[in-house]
């Protein structure tokens, strides 16, 4: 039986290159192998619904096929293309199972014969587009959308539909599968009307069926996923997650506090993603990442009854060494979580920077518990936090700084936990809310501006499991040379309290604007040269994966001589 019509169980850097699509057959001549046996020459097959047959070859613009099925017809070889008609619609699914390209001749899904992508719309199935036990494939310029109007078939599918799903089921290495330019949108389990419990947003992922975006999955013990790559790509009004990258857990494979890596090496980098009901972006199980220049808007969303409606623009777990830079998280929504960004338990060398973060319910600083030398540096926060315990249904704080401690039921770290060269700012309607676990182990916080117009207070982490009072355990602490408004920017009763704390307006250029530029201090004298430089914590032999140095500012200017305060550094 086929991937596509199998159940699926629910679980728990930089561009170096653009596919390109040959839209012509290349045919070499006259080239034999070392055994004499001449090389297969790259084929280009062509389908068309408006005038193909799929009892054409394929080959030729003439002769196109009709539908997608014709590719279980054929076997792809390395360097072979498959053009679908611009600006047709296609109802059977995009199937790639075992196919495998080489580095140098990729198998390439593309369009022709104009510029509008092509659509492929289906029903009844688990995803529009499966690339399955594969390597070196690319996808590019498709319209994909799955599960606007009816439901997945009875049988077909597990509890998960996706427009987009790459998966490794059986053991090896698969590599270099290439998502660019497509367009995901309309992705829905359920047929319209079905309304979600009132529990459901509660729980930890959700429990019930949901459409998803972009799914890649590794789903075998005995498997490694390297160089995946989701480029330029827009999704929107999908019930769950955008964009989401997880690595099977079995129990026995977690040999460490931070489980097994079964994604490694991948790219997530301008995309725009819009109207999820889950996150944005969330990643479990993956490794030496770059996620950077995406667009996050709306994630948590609930304006469709089977939308789950919680999630944070983007969220890792299990993961280790992720640089996630540049980007942009708006108006995340829910009742739990739904910060920006946020770092759920078991990392490693999480590093947040140069992000724009606004309006966020959840808060804007969230690291979970067992998660090691993690970072936020050198982003922009506006509103984060907004979000009343007991208030519409919520039932977690929001925040604008958060070190939980929670790790599945037990309160573990964070350890090394470093935020510095941020710009806070929380409108005078927002009470600015601080949570620091007791037991957090290695705490800096240093050169930032807390422009808290309004009250401050502490809260407790209210994760899952409530922290309970206790022996206050928090060490290895560096907390200084920070900018608040007033004395009333941190609250007076929280234990941790700036040992050399600034106080002042640095006047920023159009406060409460949402534009990086609008958070440019105009009273330059307040912030230049003004910060120190980032010291290692004491107790950490190891600092940031990334170093603790920047050379540069969330705008992109240089750094000269000492920091300025904030997340912008100043001309001299």
């Given at each position: 039986?086929?991937?596509?019509?199998?159940?699926?169980?629910?679980?728990?850097?930089?561009?170096?290159?653009?596919?390109?699509?040959?839209?012509?057959?290349?045919?070499?001549?006259?080239?034999?192998s070392c055994t004499g046996v001449p090389a297969k020459a790259s084929k280009v097959y062509y389908i068309n619904p408006a005038?193909?047959?799929?009892?054409?070859?394929?080959?030729?613009?003439?002769?196109?096929?009709?539908?997608?099925?014709?590719?279980?017809?054929?076997?792809?070889?390395?360097?072979?293309?498959?053009?679908?008609?611009?600006?047709?619609?296609?109802?059977?699914?995009?199937?790639?199972?075992?196919?495998?390209?080489?580095?140098?001749?990729?198998?390439?899904?593309?369009?022709?014969?104009?510029?509008?992508?092509?659509?492929?719309?289906?029903?009844?199935?688990?995803?529009?587009?499966?690339?399955?036990?594969?390597?070196?494939?690319?996808?590019?310029?498709?319209?994909?959308?799955?599960?606007?109007?009816?439901?997945?078939?009875?049988?077909?599918?597990?509890?998960?539909?996706?427009?987009?799903?790459?998966?490794?089921?059986?053991?090896?290495?698969?590599?270099?599968?290439?998502?660019?330019?497509?367009?995901?949108?309309?992705?829905?389990?359920?047929?319209?009307?079905?309304?979600?419990?009132?529990?459901?947003?509660?729980?930890?992922?959700?429990?019930?069926?949901?459409?998803?975006?972009?799914?890649?999955?590794?789903?075998?013990?005995?498997?490694?996923?390297?160089?995946?790559?989701?480029?330029?790509?827009?999704?929107?009004?999908?019930?769950?997650?955008?964009?989401?990258?997880?690595?099977?857990?079995?129990?026995?494979e977690y040999k460490d506090n931070h489980g097994r890596h079964g994604i490694i090496g991948f790219e997530v980098a301008m995309?725009?993603?819009?109207?999820?009901?889950?996150?944005?972006?969330?990643?479990?199980?993956?490794?030496?990442?770059?996620?950077?220049?995406?667009?996050?808007?709306?994630?948590?969303?609930?304006?469709?009854?089977?939308?789950?409606?919680?999630?944070?623009?983007?969220?890792?777990?299990?993961?280790?060494?992720?640089?996630?830079?540049?980007?942009?998280?708006t108006n995340a929504n829910g009742p739990g979580d739904s910060a920006g960004a946020h770092i759920d338990f078991n990392c490693?060398?999480?590093?947040?920077?140069?992000?724009?973060?606004?309006?966020?319910?959840?808060?804007?600083?969230?690291?979970?518990?067992?998660?090691?030398?993690?970072?936020?540096?050198?982003?922009?926060?506006?509103?984060?936090?907004?979000?009343?315990?007991?208030?519409?249904?919520?039932?977690?704080?929001?925040?604008?700084?958060?070190?939980?401690?929670?790790?599945?039921?037990?309160?573990?770290?964070?350890?090394?936990?470093?935020?510095?060269?941020?710009?806070?700012?929380?409108?005078?309607?927002?009470?600015?809310?601080?949570?620091?676990?007791?037991?957090?182990?290695?705490?800096?916080?240093?050169?930032?501006?807390?422009?808290?117009?309004?009250?401050?207070?502490?809260?407790?982490?209210?994760?899952?499991?409530?922290?309970?009072?206790?022996?206050?355990?928090?060490?290895?602490?560096?907390?200084?040379?920070?900018?608040?408004?007033?004395?009333?920017?941190?609250?007076?009763?929280?234990?941790?309290?700036?040992?050399?704390?600034?106080?002042?307006?640095?006047?920023?250029?159009?406060?409460?604007?949402?534009?990086?530029?609008?958070?440019?201090?105009?009273?330059?004298?307040?912030?230049?040269?003004?910060?120190?430089?980032?010291?290692?914590?004491?107790?950490?032999?190891?600092?940031?994966?990334?170093?603790?140095?920047?050379?540069?500012?969330?705008?992109?200017?240089?750094?000269?001589?000492?920091?300025?305060?904030?997340?912008?550094?100043?001309?001299?």
């Amino acid at each position: 039986m086929a991937l596509q019509d199998s159940a699926i169980t629910e679980l728990p850097g930089r561009i170096n290159r653009l596919p390109l699509v040959l839209l012509v057959p290349i045919f070499i001549l006259g080239c034999f192998s070392c055994t004499g046996v001449p090389a297969k020459a790259s084929k280009v097959y062509y389908i068309n619904p408006a005038m193909g047959s799929d009892a054409n070859d394929g080959l030729h613009m003439t002769s196109p096929f009709k539908s997608l099925r014709a590719l279980g017809t054929i076997a792809l070889n390395a360097g072979d293309s498959v053009l679908l008609a611009a600006d047709q619609t296609f109802t059977y699914p995009l199937i790639l199972e075992n196919v495998h390209g080489t580095k140098q001749k990729p198998i390439v899904i593309s369009h022709y014969n104009g510029t509008a992508p092509a659509r492929i719309v289906t029903t009844g199935h688990i995803s529009t587009v499966l690339v399955a036990n594969s390597s070196y494939v690319e996808v590019n310029n498709l319209s994909v959308t799955a599960g606007k109007g009816e439901a997945v078939t009875k049988g077909t599918a597990g509890n998960m539909r996706c427009g987009v799903l790459v998966i490794a089921t059986e053991p090896g290495e698969y590599e270099h599968i290439y998502l660019t330019k497509l367009k995901v949108q309309d992705v829905f389990y359920e047929a319209p009307g079905f309304k979600r419990p009132a529990g459901e947003v509660k729980t930890a992922n959700g429990t019930q069926s949901y459409g998803w975006g972009i799914r890649v999955i590794n789903k075998s013990d005995e498997a490694i996923l390297r160089d995946v790559r989701v480029l330029s790509c827009s999704i929107d009004n999908v019930g769950h997650t955008g964009i989401k990258f997880t690595t099977w857990k079995k129990g026995k494979e977690y040999k460490d506090n931070h489980g097994r890596h079964g994604i490694i090496g991948f790219e997530v980098a301008m995309n725009t993603v819009s109207g999820t009901g889950g996150p944005g972006i969330q990643m479990s199980g993956v490794k030496n990442g770059h996620v950077h220049h995406n667009t996050v808007d709306r994630s948590g969303s609930n304006d469709d009854t089977r939308k789950w409606g919680r999630g944070s623009g983007l969220w890792t777990w299990g993961s280790k060494k992720v640089l996630i830079e540049n980007n942009r998280f708006t108006n995340a929504n829910g009742p739990g979580d739904s910060a920006g960004a946020h770092i759920d338990f078991n990392c490693s060398d999480i590093v947040m920077q140069y992000n724009f973060s606004a309006n966020n319910a959840g808060g804007f600083c969230e690291i979970l518990g067992n998660n090691y030398n993690c970072a936020y540096r050198y982003n922009i926060s506006v509103n984060d936090g907004h979000r009343v315990k007991g208030e519409e249904g919520a039932f977690q704080e929001g925040k604008t700084f958060w070190l939980s401690g929670y790790c599945n039921g037990k309160r573990r770290g964070p350890y090394n936990s470093y935020f510095y060269n941020n710009t806070i700012y929380v409108n005078r309607d927002i009470v600015s809310k601080i949570a620091i676990d007791r037991v957090a182990d290695g705490v800096l916080i240093a050169n930032n501006i807390f422009h808290i117009e309004g009250d401050s207070k502490m809260v407790k982490g209210d994760q899952y499991n409530p922290e309970t009072d206790g022996e206050w355990k928090v060490s290895d602490v560096f907390f200084q040379n920070n900018l608040f408004l007033t004395t009333k920017s941190w609250p007076s009763e929280q234990r941790l309290q700036d040992g050399m704390p600034l106080y002042g307006t640095v006047e920023f250029a159009n406060l409460g604007g949402m534009d990086i530029v609008d958070y440019r201090p105009v009273n330059k004298e307040m912030v230049v040269d003004k910060g120190i430089e980032i010291p290692k914590l004491e107790k950490d032999s190891l600092g940031l994966a990334y170093g603790l140095a920047m050379e540069k500012d969330i705008l992109g200017n240089p750094i000269d001589g000492l920091p300025d305060l904030g997340a912008i550094e100043m001309n001299k």
